[in-house]
Structure formats: structure tokens, C-alpha cells
């Protein structure tokens, strides 16, 4: 266990070390992408019977879930989440909990893996206190909260205030002076009964503004100003054994503003995502299950300064599974699709530009049962058109 745990956690690690880079200029390479939200809110995203398992078990069990797909020809997407909750003694127990996500979709790539302790307090009551120890010590976190739960666990609600960056000023390399200082809350919920049930978490940030007045350090970056959130919220109903539905509304926000010392280069750039979708699945016995669901998404980002525009772009995401399940084997056939519409307004040297189309691809998974605390999957998905885009996509999930 301690070894499998040190595995699991020097993952997350690595993670941050390879990927700790800054954004650069990249915000409008997706505004073309036709597939762009297909991929992650449908092709590849989990089951709702994985995602509900995954849920169910955030505050009482170990668990690690792994999710890598193609989203273009040379890139592609991952996510990665850790959940630890380790029990101790005398009412001590330790705590961590990661995610790394990289997406074609979002401005930033997310990493982040906490560790620390939590403390029982009475009956229901948790208190806890985790750090993130990041790389560079100037974007250490810390996070300090209370748990409310059950007796199983299943019903929880983890909340806490977050305190990002807090060593930012005296460990920074630029000699950069914090003007407003990160500050936020960070949760995940889930309670209900037999038949409803709601799961939610997010992380809200007052984001964080720097100045970088020692121009020997800092020659060209002289103002910095960024902030993130990002908030899932989910609603489920169990009609019967046979049928589940899901209702989900997430919604994504980055703004950034950055100046220089050459003005040509200042820019404010901002984009929310907003999507809600809704689910529904039918099992009609033992061998076959059936999933209907469609996403309704609205994308609104703007920028002034280096190269002006404003970009809003909508999607109707239809889909449509079946699943045919012998023994530990599930064989999956699904066709998805997007009718998007997306509207680009620049300047002179940034031209207009729109388009309205629908597109379409098929997607052929297998999924493999190694017992009740690991799972896989492995998909192969592609357009209609025969020189279109196809890609690959692996899912793994485990508890121990």
C-alpha cells in the first residue's frame, strides 16, 4: 500500500515539474477546432455509472482515475485525479487529493496535488489542513477546511478556504510585489437520498494582480493580473433500477491581463465556458444499456490590446450509446455530433470570420472489469468523412 501510494503521488509530482510553464499567446489556436468540445464533454468523458462510483467514494476510499485522448494530430488531452483518505489514530488521519488536467478547450493547464492531515472533531465533523507543495515554493497553497459527512461516507460536504501563492513575495525570482493576493474557496459535495442525488465541486479565486518594479529581474513583464474558476454541478435521478439520469451545468472562467514594458504587447483577455447537458440511461437487462444525452454550450472571449476581438461561439452536442455488456466485457458503439456556430470579430490585421456546420464521428470502445476496485477503457473514435480526424482515447479508474 505505502508503495503503490508513493507511486500514485510521485505521478502527480512529476507532473508539475514537466508541465510548469507559463501561457503563452495561444488563446485563439482553438477557435476553429469543429471537435473542440466533442472530445472532452462527450467522446471522452466517463460514464455516468464511473462517474457516480467515483463520486460516491471521494471522502471514503483511496482512488486514482487516469484519462488521455488524441484532440488533434499532434496533441493530446489528459486529466488525472487523486483522492486519498487514509485513517491513522486517535482520530488523525491523512489527507490528499490531486488533479492535472490539459485541455485543448481551457487557457490553463491545471495541476495541482495536496497532502496534509485531518483531525475528527465530533461524530460528523472533520477539520483539515493541506498544502500544495508545488516546484517553486512561490506557488505553494494551502488549504484550510472542515468535512461534514455520514456514517458511509457517501454523503459528505468538503469545504475550505484556499490561500494560493501565499509565499509568492518572498520566494518569486522577479522581485514582484503581490497588489491583491489570491484568495478563494475550494469544495466538493454530494448528498441526496435512494433516488435524487447532487454532486458539485469547484474552485472560486479572487485571483491574483502583480507589479514587477525591478526592471534588472524583471526587463520586460511589468504587470500581471489572472484569475480562474471553475465550477461542475450535477443532478441526479434514479427512476428505477433500469433508469438514471444526469443534469449538468459547469461553467469556466479565465481572465488574464498582462503588460509590458513594450505596450505593443499589452493585452486583457477573458473567456467563459458555459455548458449544460443533460443524460439519461437505460439499462434493459443484464446485456444491453442505452444512452441518450446532449450538451448546449456557450463560449463568450474577448481581447483588447494585442490582437483585438471578441469571439462567441455556440454548441448543440447530440449523442447516442449502446453498450453490450458479457461477463467482466463491455463492447460500446456510439455516434456523437456538434452543430456549432461561432462568430470571430477582429481588426484589420485579424479579419472576421464565421461558420455554421454540423459534424459528426463514431466512436468503438471496449471496456474490461478487473474485479470491483479496477477498471479500462480503450475507444477508437472517427469522423464520417474518411480523411477526417480519428483519434484514440484510454480510461482507467481504480480504488484501493
Given at each position: 500500500?505505502?508503495i503503490?501510494?508513493?507511486?500514485?503521488?510521485?505521478?502527480?509530482?512529476?507532473?508539475?515539474?514537466?508541465?510548469?510553464q507559463?501561457v503563452k499567446w495561444?488563446?485563439e489556436?482553438?477557435?476553429?477546432?469543429?471537435?473542440?468540445?466533442?472530445?472532452?464533454?462527450?467522446?471522452y468523458?466517463?460514464?455516468p455509472?464511473?462517474?457516480?462510483?467515483?463520486?460516491?467514494?471521494?471522502?471514503?476510499?483511496?482512488?486514482?482515475?487516469?484519462?488521455?485522448?488524441?484532440v488533434?494530430?499532434?496533441?493530446?488531452s489528459?486529466?488525472?485525479?487523486?483522492?486519498?483518505?487514509?485513517?491513522?489514530?486517535?482520530?488523525?488521519?491523512?489527507?490528499s487529493?490531486?488533479?492535472?488536467?490539459?485541455?485543448?478547450?481551457?487557457?490553463n493547464?491545471?495541476?495541482?496535488?495536496?497532502?496534509?492531515?485531518?483531525?475528527?472533531?465530533?461524530?460528523?465533523i472533520?477539520?483539515?489542513?493541506?498544502?500544495?507543495?508545488?516546484?517553486?515554493k512561490e506557488?505553494?497553497?494551502?488549504h484550510?477546511?472542515?468535512?461534514?459527512?455520514?456514517?458511509?461516507?457517501?454523503?459528505?460536504?468538503?469545504?475550505?478556504?484556499?490561500?494560493?501563492?501565499?509565499?509568492?513575495?518572498?520566494?518569486?525570482?522577479?522581485?514582484?510585489?503581490?497588489?491583491?493576493?489570491?484568495?478563494g474557496?475550494?469544495?466538493?459535495l454530494?448528498?441526496?437520498?435512494?433516488?435524487?442525488?447532487?454532486?458539485?465541486?469547484?474552485r472560486?479565486s479572487?485571483?491574483?494582480?502583480?507589479?514587477?518594479?525591478?526592471?534588472?529581474?524583471?526587463?520586460?513583464?511589468?504587470?500581471?493580473?489572472?484569475?480562474?474558476?471553475?465550477?461542475t454541478?450535477?443532478?441526479?435521478?434514479?427512476?428505477?433500477?433500469?433508469?438514471?439520469?444526469?443534469?449538468?451545468?459547469?461553467?469556466?472562467?479565465?481572465e488574464?491581463?498582462?503588460?509590458?514594458?513594450?505596450?505593443?504587447?499589452d493585452?486583457?483577455?477573458?473567456n467563459?465556458?458555459s455548458?449544460?447537458?443533460?443524460?439519461?440511461?437505460?439499462?434493459?437487462?443484464?446485456?444491453?444499456?442505452?444512452?441518450a444525452?446532449?450538451?448546449?454550450?456557450n463560449?463568450?472571449?474577448?481581447?483588447?490590446?494585442?490582437?483585438?476581438?471578441?469571439?462567441?461561439?455556440?454548441?448543440?452536442?447530440?449523442?447516442?450509446?449502446?453498450?453490450?455488456?458479457?461477463?467482466?466485457?463491455?463492447?460500446?458503439?456510439?455516434?456523437?455530433?456538434?452543430?456549432?456556430d461561432?462568430?470571430?470579430?477582429?481588426t484589420?490585421?485579424n479579419p472576421?470570420?464565421?461558420?455554421?456546420?454540423?459534424?459528426?464521428k463514431?466512436k468503438?470502445?471496449?471496456?474490461y472489469?478487473?474485479?470491483?476496485?479496477?477498471?479500462?477503457?480503450?475507444?477508437?473514435?472517427?469522423?464520417?468523412?474518411?480523411?477526417?480526424?480519428?483519434?484514440?482515447?484510454?480510461?482507467?479508474m481504480?480504488?484501493?
Amino acid at each position: 500500500m505505502r508503495i503503490l501510494i508513493k507511486i500514485v503521488i510521485g505521478y502527480f509530482l512529476l507532473t508539475e515539474i514537466l508541465f510548469g510553464q507559463d501561457v503563452k499567446w495561444n488563446f485563439e489556436d482553438p477557435y476553429r477546432d469543429d471537435l473542440l468540445y466533442v472530445h472532452p464533454l462527450i467522446n471522452y468523458d466517463y460514464n455516468p455509472l464511473w462517474q457516480n462510483e467515483w463520486e460516491q467514494s471521494r471522502i471514503r476510499n483511496n482512488g486514482l482515475r487516469i484519462n488521455v485522448g488524441s484532440v488533434t494530430t499532434y496533441d493530446l488531452s489528459g486529466e488525472g485525479k487523486l483522492f486519498i483518505n487514509q485513517d491513522l489514530s486517535n482520530g488523525w488521519g491523512f489527507l490528499s487529493y490531486g488533479n492535472w488536467i490539459a485541455a485543448r478547450h481551457l487557457n490553463n493547464e491545471e495541476k495541482y496535488l495536496f497532502l496534509g492531515l485531518q483531525r475528527h472533531i465530533y461524530k460528523p465533523i472533520s477539520i483539515f489542513l493541506t498544502f500544495h507543495p508545488a516546484y517553486d515554493k512561490e506557488f505553494i497553497d494551502a488549504h484550510l477546511g472542515i468535512t461534514l459527512s455520514n456514517k458511509k461516507n457517501d454523503q459528505y460536504v468538503r469545504i475550505g478556504l484556499l490561500f494560493e501563492d501565499f509565499l509568492y513575495d518572498e520566494k518569486n525570482s522577479l522581485d514582484g510585489i503581490s497588489e491583491q493576493y489570491p484568495y478563494g474557496l475550494q469544495w466538493i459535495l454530494r448528498f441526496g437520498n435512494k433516488k435524487w442525488w447532487i454532486f458539485s465541486e469547484g474552485r472560486l479565486s479572487t485571483g491574483f494582480e502583480r507589479i514587477f518594479p525591478d526592471k534588472e529581474l524583471s526587463p520586460s513583464l511589468d504587470y500581471h493580473q489572472q484569475q480562474i474558476n471553475r465550477v461542475t454541478t450535477k443532478l441526479y435521478h434514479s427512476f428505477s433500477q433500469k433508469w438514471l439520469m444526469e443534469l449538468r451545468f459547469s461553467h469556466y472562467q479565465f481572465e488574464e491581463i498582462k503588460r509590458f514594458i513594450s505596450n505593443n504587447d499589452d493585452y486583457a483577455y477573458k473567456n467563459e465556458i458555459s455548458d449544460f447537458s443533460f443524460q439519461f440511461l437505460y439499462s434493459m437487462n443484464k446485456s444491453h444499456r442505452f444512452r441518450a444525452l446532449t450538451h448546449f454550450l456557450n463560449q463568450d472571449a474577448n481581447s483588447t490590446g494585442y490582437s483585438e476581438h471578441s469571439y462567441e461561439r455556440n454548441d448543440i452536442m447530440p449523442a447516442l450509446f449502446y453498450e453490450f455488456l458479457i461477463s467482466r466485457h463491455v463492447v460500446e458503439l456510439g455516434i456523437m455530433g456538434s452543430r456549432y456556430d461561432w462568430q470571430y470579430k477582429g481588426t484589420v490585421e485579424n479579419p472576421d470570420y464565421s461558420e455554421k456546420k454540423f459534424v459528426e464521428k463514431l466512436k468503438l470502445g471496449w471496456s474490461y472489469k478487473f474485479n470491483e476496485k479496477a477498471k479500462f477503457q480503450f475507444s477508437v473514435s472517427h469522423v464520417f468523412s474518411v480523411f477526417g480526424f480519428g483519434g484514440g482515447n484510454f480510461q482507467y479508474m481504480m480504488f484501493f
